[in-house]
């Protein structure tokens, strides 16, 4: 079976994919546009082989690229980036070459836009927060009449929290139009609830053969705009309402082959149009890996290889996988640059040192959602964890008295 996988170098834990689709019988292919000297050794010794591009958006040459493969390894069976970047390209290459394990050409519009999304979890009965598309400053007005301030603006089709803001006047409504850039905007109300995550790996039935949740206290937005402190962690369990309303999103998306990340608000109180304190609201979807280094904590709190999974998943539509081992919460912490903190981090390891699981430099293209300097952790009770999460994000205060 041959699989190709675009841009394998990035996020560099990718490699793991690859390293597994070559463990599991498959042609583990890579295009890129790094050089091949410039891989990493686990890359390197991951791959059947490689193919560079000079520019990854020029669509002539990944053309090129996969017919090239094709002529040598015969008809390609998966063609997949796990990165929300490329899936836009990804379905058309599929479209092209005739590969039928995932959307084709504009079909992958229901996992792009944010509009679309909400009709497919009205299909799964999964509610979302009421919305307009705001053409007109006018038309604007009259949803925020329906709803209030504050509202959420963000692209329809757009990447995580990147250019989303919170309009909390008319003042600042007024400046979104000033400033909007000439892309479709999507506008919904505030939802006041707790973000959290339905992640895991469907089969060809769209049904999800390994699954977890992560829970984010501090929403992505305030983490991207505000430059505020980043954390979220792995649960132990998923509770059994979200892997209901995960699995029914999922079929109504028919999601196949997917490593997918579904958002969800918990509600922290009732909401008249919308539902009551503790319901789930669907907010959108992302048929690939959640973001920057998530896959790997997922590894740690359910002591399983999500990596080994996906390919087995790939080649037989199942895993042997155990997936009754211990579990643990993992949790991420994002350190910034500039930020006075109490603690540095020879500190924290030597206070963790038998919890720490990864430390990292995060890169740039990374660092503003996820922070400069990573650390994930693991533990047996959510106490602990958050305990640990205040030791490494103390900050030294300052205080002056007249």
């Given at each position: 079976m041959n699989?190709?996988?675009?841009?394998?170098?990035?996020?560099?834990?990718?490699?793991?994919?690859?390293?597994?689709?070559k463990?599991?019988?498959?042609n583990?292919?890579?295009?890129?546009?790094?050089?091949?000297?410039?891989?990493?050794?686990?890359?390197?010794?991951?791959?059947?082989?490689?193919?560079?591009?000079?520019?990854?958006n020029?669509?002539?040459?990944?053309?090129?690229?996969?017919?090239?493969?094709?002529y040598?390894?015969?008809?390609?069976?998966y063609?997949?980036?796990?990165n929300?970047?490329w899936?836009?390209?990804?379905?058309?290459?599929?479209?092209?070459?005739?590969?039928n394990?995932?959307?084709?050409?504009?079909?992958?519009?229901?996992?792009?836009?944010k509009e679309?999304?909400?009709?497919?979890?009205?299909?799964?009965g999964?509610k979302?927060a009421?919305?307009?598309?705001p053409?007109?400053?006018?038309?604007?007005?009259?949803?925020?009449?329906?709803?209030?301030?504050?509202?959420?603006v963000?692209?329809?089709?757009?990447?995580?929290?990147?250019?989303?803001?919170?309009?909390?006047?008319d003042?600042?409504?007024?400046?979104?139009?000033?400033?909007?850039?000439?892309?479709k905007?999507?506008?919904?109300?505030?939802?006041?609830?707790?973000?959290?995550?339905f992640?895991g790996?469907?089969?060809?039935?769209?049904?999800?053969?390994?699954?977890?949740?992560?829970?984010?206290?501090?929403?992505?937005?305030?983490?991207?705009?505000?430059?505020?402190?980043?954390?979220?962690y792995?649960?132990?369990?998923?509770p059994?309402?979200?892997?209901d309303?995960?699995?029914?999103?999922?079929?109504?998306?028919?999601?196949k082959?997917?490593?997918?990340?579904?958002?969800?608000?918990?509600?922290?109180?009732?909401?008249?149009?919308?539902?009551?304190?503790?319901?789930l609201?669907?907010?959108?979807?992302n048929?690939r890996?959640?973001?920057g280094?998530?896959?790997?904590i997922?590894?740690y709190?359910?002591s399983?290889?999500?990596?080994?999974?996906?390919?087995?998943?790939?080649?037989?539509?199942k895993?042997t996988?155990?997936?009754?081992?211990?579990?643990?919460?993992?949790?991420?912490?994002?350190?910034?640059?500039?930020?006075?903190?109490?603690?540095?981090?020879?500190?924290?390891?030597?206070?963790?040192?038998?919890?720490i699981?990864?430390?990292?430099?995060m890169p740039?293209i990374?660092?503003?959602?996820?922070?400069?300097?990573?650390?994930?952790?693991?533990?047996?009770?959510?106490?602990?964890?958050?305990?640990?999460?205040?030791?490494?994000?103390?900050?030294?205060?300052?205080?002056?008295?007249?």
């Open positions: 699989f190709i996988f675009i841009s394998p170098h990035f996020p560099k834990t990718y490699y793991q994919f690859t390293k597994a689709l463990e599991e019988g498959f583990s292919l890579g295009i890129g546009d790094m050089d091949y000297n410039s891989l990493s050794y686990e890359l390197k010794t991951s791959l059947t082989e490689y193919y560079k591009v000079n520019n990854m020029n669509y002539q040459e990944m053309f090129k690229a996969v017919a090239y493969f094709t040598k390894y015969g008809h390609i069976d063609i997949e980036s796990n929300e970047y899936l836009e390209q990804d379905a058309r290459l599929r479209e092209d070459f005739n590969i394990t995932g959307k084709k050409g504009k079909a992958i519009a229901s996992f792009k836009s679309l999304e909400k009709k497919y979890y009205k299909k799964a999964v979302t009421r919305y307009v598309i053409t007109t400053i006018s038309k604007a007005k009259k949803f925020i009449a329906l709803v209030g301030y504050p509202v959420i963000k692209p329809d089709n757009g990447v995580g929290a990147s250019k989303t803001y919170s309009l909390k006047n003042d600042e409504l007024k400046s979104f139009f000033k400033t909007k850039p000439q892309v905007y999507i506008m919904e109300e505030f939802v006041e609830g707790d973000l959290i995550s992640d790996i469907s089969n060809s039935k769209a049904y999800p053969v390994f699954y977890s949740n992560e829970v984010f206290p501090n929403q992505i937005m305030n983490v991207v705009n505000e430059k505020s402190d980043v954390y979220y792995s649960n132990k369990e998923c059994s309402d979200l892997l309303a995960g699995e029914k999103v999922l079929k109504a998306f028919n999601a082959y997917r490593y997918f990340h579904l958002e969800f608000f918990r509600l922290r109180e009732d909401k008249e149009g919308l539902g009551k304190k503790g319901d609201i669907g907010l959108e979807v048929m890996c959640p973001g280094y998530t896959p790997d997922i590894n709190s359910k399983a290889n999500t990596y080994k999974i996906y390919a087995q998943v790939m080649k037989m539509d895993t996988e155990d997936l009754n081992k211990e579990k643990f919460y993992a949790i991420y912490i994002g350190r910034r640059y500039g930020i006075d903190y109490k603690h540095d981090i020879s500190s924290i390891y030597s206070e963790y040192k038998n919890n699981v990864m430390h990292d430099i740039p990374l660092s503003d959602a996820m922070g400069n300097e990573s650390i994930v952790a693991k533990f047996s009770s959510l106490e602990d964890a958050t305990k640990f999460k205040d030791y490494a994000m103390l900050r030294n205060w300052l205080i002056w008295y007249n």
